[in-house]
């Protein structure tokens, strides 16, 4: 059986809906609505925003591949890298989702991995700092950063070599874009800061 890759889903909020491939071997588990901007996130017991607002669930569960990143096996909900167990797990996403929320995050790819930027607003550096603690502590493979610039704080999630397949994986559960793709549009990069290239005025 050849599982279906394309996906329409439909934003609970202001029914917008879009038409997304799905990753194979990854969960999605953040979602940003290219209509209202609300970023989503599966519904209790389900394992990505596939299952929860798709017209198609995730290839893993049309397979019904108990291996799967995230089919019925609570433990192949974690990646391989992160030393959490399944609720733990599923309690530091929903962690970062409210970060999220609260803040305005967005998720973006980096040089060297991925970042989610947040609106400066007060107890968010501390937040972050805690979260970036508590990340070493079980993805030892991985480097988490905060840094401050022009109204932002970025909390920025990168690895060497070794550590590229867990940070495509960590992409796709953030819902940024794959390499070979191009970040939405909703995804409001307008309103972040833009660093200068070398060479232009």
């Known amino acids: ?33 290219t209509g209202c901007g609300s970023r989503l996130k599966p519904k209790h017991g389900d394992c990505c925003v596939f299952c929860s607002y798709g017209s198609v669930p995730c290839p893993p569960i049309q397979m019904g591949d108990g291996n799967a990143c995230c089919a019925a096996e609570a433990t192949s909900m974690v990646p391989e890298v992160c030393s959490l167990q399944p609720g733990a797990f599923q309690e530091r996403m929903a962690e970062i989702a409210a970060l999220m929320q609260a803040f305005g995050g967005v998720a973006e790819r980096t040089p060297d991995g991925v970042a989610l930027r947040f609106k400066k607003g ?80």
């Open 122 to 201: 007060e107890g968010l550096r501390a937040a972050l700092d805690t979260l970036a603690e508590k990340e070493r502590s079980c993805c030892a493979t991985l480097e988490f950063t905060v840094t401050e610039e022009a109204g932002w704080i970025s909390f920025a999630i990168g690895g060497q070599a070794a550590g590229r397949t867990a940070l495509e994986d960590l992409a796709a559960r953030l819902g940024v874009a794959p390499l070979s793709a191009e970040l939405r549009a909703g995804v409001h990069r307008s309103e972040l800061p833009r660093r200068k290239r070398k060479g232009r005025q």
């Open 1 to 33: 059986m050849t599982p279906v890759l394309k996906s329409m889903l439909t934003c609970p909020d202001c029914g917008t809906q879009t038409v997304e491939t799905m990753p194979t071997d990854a969960c999605v588990y953040f979602y940003t609505c």
